[in-house]
């Protein structure tokens, strides 16, 4: 996980402000999600970046624990986000977390499981610390993208940076919740305005059955 740290810190000072149509859309597609749910008591926020979502959660969250793997985009989190109940961590996901302090009634993820390799410890740990009947929303860039041979990247003066990341099919998110127990409530395609062809998004609501 070195390099997407490595990556996602360097990106950090321009991340807000690049054009940047990923970014734009998953943040649509997690309002969406979540938005005719009931507000949620404690939320586990994986991939806050530099908080372009936890903002939004804080109107539907009476406490956030927000993480993400790099300093940088934390570091940025922080400079508009100041509330007593969000507690920024950095963590890796990929290691044991110790950051989460369950139960979360809400976790989400935002465009962070395409850096991780295997999806089933990540399921089969955020199975411990969820409530029952609680909801998990992941928002990633599309399957149908990735093979496309698009991946997370942006500019530098040392030109083109490209973050590590693998390729997962639906199939395989569906799968390694369904092991650990989560039903899948919805799942939704987003596109770019002009392009109705090619699905950039790809966001799936689980809820773990009791």
């Given at each position: 996980m070195s390099n997407v740290s490595s990556a996602y810190n360097q990106w950090a000072d321009q991340y807000d402000t690049n054009k940047n149509r990923t970014r734009d859309l998953e943040a649509i597609s997690l309002r969406a999600a979540l938005d005719e749910l009931p507000h949620f008591?404690?939320?586990?926020?994986?991939?806050?970046?530099?908080g372009k979502n936890t903002a939004w959660l804080l109107t539907r969250c009476a406490k956030i624990t927000a993480v993400d793997l790099s300093?940088?985009?934390?570091?940025?989190?922080?400079e508009k986000i100041s509330a007593e109940h969000v507690e920024f961590r950095q963590a890796d996901i990929t290691q044991n977390w110790?950051?989460?302090?369950?139960?979360?009634?809400?976790?989400?993820?935002?465009?962070?499981?395409?850096?991780?390799e295997l999806l089933d410890p990540i399921f089969t740990q955020?199975?411990?610390?969820?409530?029952?009947?609680?909801?998990?929303?992941?928002?990633?860039?599309?399957?149908?993208?990735?093979?496309?041979?698009?991946?997370?990247?942006?500019?530098?003066?040392?030109?083109l940076q490209i973050v590590?990341?693998?390729?997962?099919?639906?199939?395989?998110?569906?799968?390694?919740?369904?092991?650990?127990?989560?039903?899948?409530?919805?799942?939704?395609e987003w596109f770019d305005e002009d392009n109705k062809e090619l699905p950039r998004i790809l966001s799936m609501l689980f809820q773990l059955q009791s």
């Open positions: 008591n404690n939320c586990l926020e994986i991939g806050c970046g530099t300093e940088g985009m934390l570091a940025r989190a922080k110790d950051f989460a302090h369950g139960p979360y009634d809400l976790a989400t993820f935002s465009l962070v499981l395409e850096h991780i955020l199975k411990e610390v969820m409530a029952p009947n609680g909801y998990v929303y992941v928002g990633e860039l599309h399957p149908f993208k990735q093979y496309s041979g698009s991946k997370a990247r942006f500019e530098t003066e040392e030109g590590t990341c693998f390729n997962h099919h639906v199939s395989e998110f569906f799968q390694a919740a369904k092991k650990q127990g989560f039903r899948l409530v919805n799942l939704q």
